[in-house]
C-alpha cells in the first residue's frame, strides 16, 4: 500500500510540463476570448462614466451660469425699481411744490381780492359818515338859523349831535 499512495502522491516532470502546458494553453484562450470581451465591456463602462461625468460638468457649468444671469437680472431689476421709486418721488416731490405754489398764489390773490372789498367797504361807509355827517352839520345848521343860540343852546346842539351820531352807527 505504500507504494500505492507513493505513486499518487508522486511528482513526475512529465506531469508538471503537461499541466504548465495546459495552464498557458488556458490562459490564452481565455485572453482571446474572455478577456478582450471583459474589456471591452470595461471600456464601455469607462465611456459611460466619463459621458455621464462630462453631463454632470456640463450641467454644472449650465447651472452657474443660469445663477449669474439671475443674479444680473435681479441687479438689474433692483435697480430699475430704484430708479422707478426715485422717479416717483421727484415726480411727487414736483407735483407737490406745484400745488403748495397753486396754494400760495390763491391765497396771495383771495387775500388781495379781500383788501380789495374791505377798501371798498371802508370807502362806502367813510362816504355814508361823510353823508350823514353833513346832513347833520345841515340840520344843526339849520336849527341854528332857526333860533338864535347862546352858549346853553350850542351846548345842547352838540350833545344832539353827538347822541344821533351815536344813534347812526
Not at 17 to 25: G, H, R, S, T, V
Amino acid at each position: 500500500m505504500n507504494n500505492a499512495v507513493q505513486e499518487f502522491i508522486s511528482i513526475t516532470p512529465w506531469t508538471i510540463i503537461f499541466q504548465i502546458c495546459n495552464l498557458l494553453i488556458l490562459v490564452a484562450l481565455m485572453k482571446k476570448f474572455l478577456f478582450k470581451r471583459v474589456m471591452a465591456i470595461l471600456e464601455a463602462r469607462q465611456q459611460e462614466i466619463d459621458g455621464i461625468y462630462g453631463d454632470a460638468d456640463k450641467a454644472k457649468i449650465d447651472a452657474e451660469q443660469m445663477k449669474a444671469e439671475y443674479t444680473e437680472r435681479m441687479s438689474n431689476a433692483r435697480a430699475e425699481a430704484d430708479r422707478l421709486v426715485k422717479n416717483a418721488v421727484d415726480t411727487a416731490n414736483r407735483r407737490g411744490e406745484t400745488i403748495v405754489q397753486e396754494a400760495r398764489d390763491e391765497a396771495i390773490h383771495l387775500k388781495q381780492k379781500a383788501e380789495a372789498d374791505i377798501e371798498l367797504e371802508r370807502r362806502k361807509a367813510y362816504s355814508e359818515l361823510v353823508g350823514e355827517i353833513s346832513g347833520m352839520a345841515v340840520d344843526i345848521a339849520g336849527k341854528m338859523v332857526e333860533r338864535e343860540i347862546n352858549a346853553e343852546d350850542h351846548r345842547e346842539l352838540v350833545e344832539e349831535f353827538i347822541k344821533s351820531a351815536g344813534e347812526a352807527s
